[in-house]
């Protein structure tokens, strides 16, 4: 998938106020309009400047569009970084929208790998004296750890706005947070009242964050199971053994059967993520070598080799 530079598509500077992109986008949609444009490509760019417009009109996309860098060279195979969104406060239910449109099919594959297939533009919202505020949204990352025993964490948000010179900027918001013990990626924490301001008398709205965790050097989630990748001494997979286990609740003994491979799976019961019921912890085995790298150890090998009628490559038949 190569990166699309919106700002060249529009044929405007990175540092182009609201206003320049608006007008650029008009001059350029009047000339490539399919019913107008006798060019063979006006179509393509048309869509093009569409979706261009789409993401650069809208302080919020274009702020967390502008954070991916001017560097992607041409041709440049691209994929989103991780979490390459966390942190940017929005409107709606997040950069996806909060439904499916009959255009999303109009969009770049570069465009829903960053926004969603499911996107859909906000529209204005009805005139009232008196209203609730939007819902603000955003995403956050948290630690493993955190989720496991609950925690009271400060969160950085940060929130695009367009200054009285037509330019987005963003600001930080701080926020001291409570994380509930046993929430799972995907979940949200509300914050009442947290959103955009009501108008007149009416309520503001709320601010939703949807957890996501930092990648562990540990363990791998999936709900509220985890998964450790446990290394074993080649004669504990043979033997049998009980060995120690790290899990987030402390140092476990865990019994490795007797004739164990590498890639048996074990369980520890109740040892994942809190909730009811909890997750467990499923324990992955690795063989892990003692180095050759004395000539005792080096002689020990030769045994081996001598004394163990062992091929291991006799199931691929050599």
């Given amino acids: 998938m190569q990166f699309k530079d919106y700002y060249q598509i529009m044929g405007v500077a990175r540092d182009a106020t609201q206003d320049e992109i608006k007008r650029a986008y008009r001059k350029l949609a009047r000339k490539y309009h399919p019913d107008v444009s006798k060019a063979p490509d006006a179509e393509i760019r048309f869509k093009e400047l569409g979706e261009a417009n789409?993401?650069?009109?809208?302080?919020?996309?274009?702020?967390?569009?502008?954070?991916?860098?001017?560097?992607?060279?041409?041709?440049?195979?691209?994929?989103?970084p991780p979490d390459w969104d966390a942190g940017f406060e929005h409107r709606g239910s997040g950069f996806t929208g909060d439904g499916a449109s009959g255009g999303a099919a109009d969009y770049s594959a570069f465009f829903e790998s960053l926004f969603g297939r499911d996107f859909r533009a906000s529209g204005a919202r009805r005139a009232s004296a008196h209203a609730r505020g939007e819902d603000h949204h955003a995403k956050v990352l948290i630690?493993?750890?955190?989720?496991?025993?609950?925690a009271t964490r400060t969160i950085t948000l940060r929130v695009p706005a367009v200054d009285a010179q037509?330019?987005?900027?963003?600001?930080e918001r701080v926020l001291n947070v409570s994380i509930p013990k046993g929430i799972r990626e995907g979940q949200h924490i509300r914050l009442s009242g947290q959103g955009n301001p009501g108008i007149g008398?009416?309520?503001?709205?709320?601010?939703y964050l949807q957890v996501e965790f930092r990648a562990h050097p540990l363990y791998r989630v999936d709900g509220r199971d985890l998964y450790l990748d446990l290394p074993v001494a080649p004669w504990e997979a043979a033997l049998g053994a009980s060995v120690k286990v790290p899990t987030l609740g402390g140092i476990v003994e865990l019994k490795i059967p007797e004739g164990s491979v590498p890639g048996r799976k074990l369980r520890l019961k109740g040892r994942g993520l809190p909730g009811d019921p909890p997750g467990d912890c499923y324990v992955i085995l690795t063989i892990a070598l003692p180095p050759a790298d004395t000539e005792a150890a080096k002689e020990i090998y030769r045994k081996m080799a001598q004394q163990l009628n062992f091929n291991p490559r006799a199931k691929l038949g050599v």
Wanted: zero cysteines; aromatic letters at 8%.
């Fill in 143 to 150: 630690d493993l750890e955190d989720a496991y025993r609950g």
């Fill in 201 to 207: 008398e009416g309520k503001a709205g709320d601010l």
């Fill in 166 to 171: 037509g330019h987005v900027v963003t600001s």
């Fill in 54 to 80: 789409e993401v650069l009109k809208d302080p919020e996309k274009r702020a967390a569009y502008d954070q991916l860098g001017a560097n992607w060279k041409g041709g440049q195979e691209f994929r989103p």
